[in-house]
């Protein structure tokens, strides 16, 4: 016997997963935890027996429900599942997975579309930030056909705008959780800083690197790796975030100068993983630093000036550009951050997982 439970299966920026609506699964978090786990098929390298796609970036769960939070329209789960591990972990947040919240929603009638286009305020209950999100609803309808393109996600779809309200210290004590804008850690100049998502941000050059290595490289580089893990496990500590040995944060987050017009080249770690691109959040927080007076981007990022600046930031597969308003009367203060993603709806109907978890 199994159990059958409605999801809608979606592509969120660049990352995919499920969505639920939160009434749809167990309301105990341990029996639901060990759903989610059926659900995806882990723990298992090929997550063969679930939806999982063998990978981080397509290990992930999407849970909805009406807010009843003044102001706010939805609240936002988000689980991070591993191929090859059993835990669901709920502390961080995904920006990717962000972006199919509200057709998630209009597509199964939790909420009506306005008109034309359709905005939504979103509470992402990991972190307890809250973000506009505005889709395209013509006709009443969501539309995921347009010409807005992301990186590392073929084709062009209807673009969906993230408008951020409020993402420092999203996990971790603030937006700079050691107090510092730099820090030496383990021998090594970084910038810890969390503005939607911890991040260790430092020169690929202070780890013999150029920067510039491919995905395919730096995952073969296990010394690399092994330095990395160590400085992650020190500024964890730093950045109060405990011992995070087990925990997918911080990221880490190697730097080097520009090399396509962009604003700065990135390798991110998630966190043992070389990411093909970099993750929404992760690219808010690298945009935050390169405006930090003192941060180890100075003198490497190409900043552009005035207050309303474009980030763009470099990753193995393109770039990901962040709209950010700086604070005229203090700098160092981000006042919001915009950006753009897509999204579509894969496929709609029940998942299946044994019935014994509901026993």
């Known amino acids: 016997m199994q159990h059958p439970i409605p999801c809608l299966f979606m592509r969120g920026g660049s990352s995919r997963g499920p969505f639920f609506n939160e009434a749809d699964l ?53 689980a991070q599942l591993q191929p090859d591990k059993d835990t669901v972990d709920t502390t961080p947040n995904c920006g990717n997975m962000l972006a199919a919240v509200v057709p998630f929603a209009l597509e199964t009638g939790l909420l009506k579309a306005q008109g034309d286009s359709t905005t939504l305020r979103v509470l992402t209950l990991n972190t307890d930030m809250q973000c506009d999100v505005m889709v395209q609803t013509p006709g009443g309808q969501v539309s995921y056909e347009g010409d807005a393109g992301i990186d590392s996600v073929p084709g062009t779809s209807a673009p969906i705008k993230i408008n951020f309200l409020d993402t420092a210290g999203s996990v971790a004590p603030g937006l700079l959780p050691t107090g510092n804008v730099r820090d030496l850690i383990d021998g090594i100049e970084v910038t810890c800083i969390d503005n939607g998502m911890p991040l260790v ?159």
């Open 26 to 78: 167990p309301a105990d978090l341990a029996q639901r935890d060990r759903v989610l786990l059926a659900v995806m098929g882990s723990p298992d390298r090929r997550q063969i027996d679930g939806l999982g796609g063998a990978h981080p970036l397509t290990s992930k769960v999407g849970i909805v429900r009406l807010s009843q939070t003044p102001g706010v329209d939805l609240d936002f789960l988000f």
């Open 201 to 359: 941000m430092f020169k690929a050059s202070d780890v013999g690197r150029t920067g510039y290595e491919t995905v395919e490289q730096m995952n073969a580089d296990t010394e690399l790796k092994a330095r990395i893990e160590r400085l992650r496990i020190a500024a964890g500590h730093a950045m109060k975030l405990g011992d995070v040995t087990t925990k997918p944060y911080p990221k880490m987050t190697l730097i080097a100068a520009p090399r396509h017009g962009g604003s700065l080249n990135t390798r991110s770690f998630i966190p043992h993983v070389c990411h093909d691109s970099i993750g929404v959040l992760a690219a808010v927080t690298v945009g935050t630093a390169c405006v930090l007076d003192g941060s180890v981007t100075q003198g490497i990022a190409v900043v552009p000036p005035g207050n309303a600046k474009t980030i763009s930031v470099e990753h193995p597969t393109g770039e990901f550009s962040v709209a950010l308003e700086i604070d005229p009367k203090n700098p160092q203060n981000v006042l919001s951050a915009a950006l753009l993603r897509t999204a579509r709806l894969i496929m709609r109907g029940e998942v299946m997982v044994p019935a014994a978890l509901y026993r």
